[in-house]
């Protein structure tokens, strides 16, 4: 095995965590990823904080009770997004009245877990909890601008980006790798720039124009 | 397979996708004044205005909650289209139109439902809290005239006043397509929603191919037999230079102009777009990158020239379109034809195209020159009275005939002396390119004006455009 860079044994020296250093290098891995995903395949997602964040909610919670806690939020702001149509409340206090619901859910899950005595979920902190709850913010301000379904699939995709995050966050190989050549996350910048460059079609849209495509000689 | 994928890869070339658009395009020419001003409807409802492009009159605005409170109801009239000022996508928008009956305080909208105005105060509210701005930012409510359904419309559209998107980029209009409100899209003239987007041709402005939503490929007005191809657009040479002028005045150098046809005003702006979606490909079936960039670079002097070139380079596919869907050429009553005789000779003559006769007739003096000059002589040496023939079973009527040369059969025809039996000879005919092996009658058409005539049996591969 090869040997802990200097620079990080440094850092850690420092008192900063190993585990810190680790995911703060992993992050731009992770934005890239996202980058390449939004710009080559087309999955647009809730922008790229969304999935980033979810990402290292998934690393806390792990990849079973995160996306049970996702599919738990989703599913919250649809059902109450039907509650409050009717209610014609304008936007934050709606979205305030949403986190309610969610906050109240996930709790009676908690305890429900807890009697059941699986403490699993109990267990994990705060923090991705409350990243997950305030996912909601983002799936209501969805389904106003462009509609439930919109919401749905852009969640949906969030959701598979995260997963896809997690697993590549939680790689062993790449986690020595970056402990072992810190220096080579740079190559994340020339990547973006090719990334922003890119002016072909996005996977997604050879579907989205696959008529066209039959059509065009 | 190579080579499939090859062509795979420049047919994909030919397609806008979004990286490109906002790449290429929307960064490139799009200053951001210019789109400050695209996103902004009342600014931008006031620079068309100065620069004397119809647009919606504007009744009123309200910016915040205390112009709310001292609003005047009694200004507004009966029919009015309540809009947020930087609203997308068609969101947020509330027509009315008319008065309750015996009301003050209530309006109708299209599905007959009542709007109070209490329901305006809260509607209002939320587009002054910027629900339906982009990114949620406050924002400003505003009234506008109702615009008039044309009649031409009003069996496509559903309870909503259809919208033509005309994509201008470099002073040339280079991609138009029909927006029809529908059932599934509540009414609104947006695709995301469900609203059908109809390709238009842009030299003659009849519509083409069409689109349901995001990819449904469809004909028909959905539950009806209503054919979504073939409408001609009315102004629509006007419409082309409006939008063109409008972007002249916009700045904005790639844009989607929204034009929307009133019953008494005729076309009028309804909205610019900085940001023109990329559907509007697949109402046409056809790739905007490879129209753009037959315009890109080319200096274009005035707004007529640019709308000429828009029509000549984008316009007159239909027809190309439908001989793709039908697989059937286009031909008029008249055509240019090509006819091989004997030996090899060729004779290129105008035909008469009837589809009231079966069989095709040549006159004889062509049939003489396309060395049948024998066969007419040796049938008019054996023919006999009409009567006579008339009364002989086909094998009798053969026996009388068969030594003639070429002949393949005969047929009765009447003319200006009655009925008579005429020969048919074999005869290759080139039609609009394609070439027929068929028979044909050779009869006296001296009086007539063209020598010859194409029948049905030698259509079917064609379609008749009476007007071509």
Redesign the interface.
């Given at each position: 095995m090869n040997s802990t860079h200097a620079i990080i044994e440094y850092f850690v020296a420092q008192g900063v965590p190993l585990e810190t250093v680790s995911l703060l290098l992993v992050l731009p891995v992770i934005a890239t990823m996202i980058a390449f995903f939004r710009?080559v395949l087309?999955m647009k997602a809730f922008g790229i904080y969304t999935p980033l964040i979810v990402t290292f909610a998934f690393l806390a919670t792990g990849i079973k009770y995160g996306i049970a806690l996702f599919v738990i939020v989703i599913l919250v702001g649809m059902v109450s997004r039907v509650l409050l149509r009717k209610l014609?409340i304008?936007?934050l206090p709606r979205v305030a009245i949403t986190l309610t619901i969610v906050a109240f859910v996930i709790l009676a899950l908690l305890v429900a877990g807890g009697a059941m005595k699986r403490t699993g979920l109990a267990a994990v902190s705060i923090f991705p909890l409350l990243i997950m709850i305030t996912l909601v913010e983002k799936f209501v301000?969805t389904q106003?601008?462009?509609?439930n379904q919109?919401a749905l699939i852009l969640a949906l995709e969030t959701m598979i980006i995260s997963a896809v995050g997690y697993y590549l966050a939680s790689w062993e190989m790449l986690k020595e790798f970056i402990i072992v050549y810190p220096w080579a996350i740079l190559l994340t910048l020339p990547i973006n720039i090719l990334l922003g460059?890119?002016?072909?079609?996005?996977l997604s849209?050879?579907l989205?124009?696959?008529?066209?495509?039959k059509?065009?000689t | 397979m190579r080579m499939n994928m090859f062509e795979f890869f420049l047919k994909s070339q030919k397609i806008l996708g979004m990286n490109s658009r906002n790449l290429n395009f929307i960064r490139s020419c799009n200053s951001r004044s210019a789109k400050r001003l695209a996103d902004d409807k009342i600014m931008s409802k006031r620079a068309l205005g100065k620069g004397e492009i119809a647009v919606p009159k504007l009744i009123a605005k309200i910016a915040s909650t205390e112009a709310l409170d001292k609003f005047d109801w009694t200004t507004l009239p009966g029919g009015f289209a309540l809009k947020p000022n930087r609203g997308f996508g068609g969101e947020g928008i509330l027509v009315v139109y008319g008065k309750k009956k015996n009301r003050e305080d209530a309006w109708v909208k299209a599905d007959g439902s009542i709007v109070t105005i209490d329901d305006l105060k809260n509607h209002i509210r939320n587009i002054i809290d910027g629900s339906f701005s982009l990114s949620n930012t406050p924002d400003i409510a505003f009234f506008e005239e109702r615009l008039q359904l044309l009649k031409l419309f009003k069996p496509y559209a559903y309870k909503g006043i259809p919208d033509i998107r005309v994509v201008v980029y470099n002073k040339v209009p280079v991609m138009a397509m029909l927006r029809l409100p529908t059932k599934d899209s509540g009414g609104k003239a947006n695709l995301q929603q469900g609203a059908i987007g109809v390709g238009i041709d842009l030299a003659s402005g009849v519509t083409t191919t069409a689109v349901q939503g995001k990819n449904k490929i469809i004909e028909y007005v959905p539950g009806t037999r209503l054919l979504l191809s073939g409408i001609k657009i009315p102004y629509w040479k006007d419409i082309l230079q409006l939008a063109v002028r409008t972007q002249e005045i916009s700045k904005l150098g790639f844009l989607g102009v929204d034009v929307a046809i009133d019953k008494e005003r005729g076309p009028v702006i309804l909205e610019l777009n900085a940001r023109p979606g990329l559907s509007i490909q697949i109402a046409n079936l056809a790739g905007l990158q490879e129209r753009l960039r037959r315009v890109r670079g080319i200096t274009i002097k005035t707004l007529e020239r640019g709308v000429r070139l828009g029509m000549d380079l984008f316009g007159g596919e239909i027809e190309e379109e439908l001989e793709g869907i039908s697989g059937r050429k286009i031909i008029s009553t008249v055509e240019k034809i090509k006819l091989t005789g004997k030996n090899g000779v060729e004779v290129e003559v105008e035909a008469k195209i009837d589809t009231g006769a079966d069989w095709s007739a040549i006159d004889t003096d062509l049939a003489r020159t396309l060395g049948l000059a024998e066969t007419i002589e040796a049938f008019d040496a054996r023919s006999l009275p009409y009567d006579k023939l008339k009364d002989m079973t086909k094998e009798e009527r053969w026996n009388v005939f068969k030594d003639v040369p070429q002949i393949v059969s005969t047929i009765p025809v009447r003319s200006a002396h009655g009925f008579t039996y005429r020969p048919m000879v074999e005869m290759t005919i080139l039609i609009e390119g394609v070439s027929l092996v068929t028979k044909v009658s050779l009869i006296n058409r001296s009086e007539l004006k063209y020598p010859v005539i194409v029948g049905k049996r030698d259509l079917g591969r064609f379609l008749i455009d009476v007007k071509k």
């Open positions: 710009q087309g014609r304008l936007y301000a106003i601008e462009k509609g919109t460059k890119w002016t072909g079609l996005r849209e050879y989205r124009f696959r008529e066209v495509l059509r065009i | -």
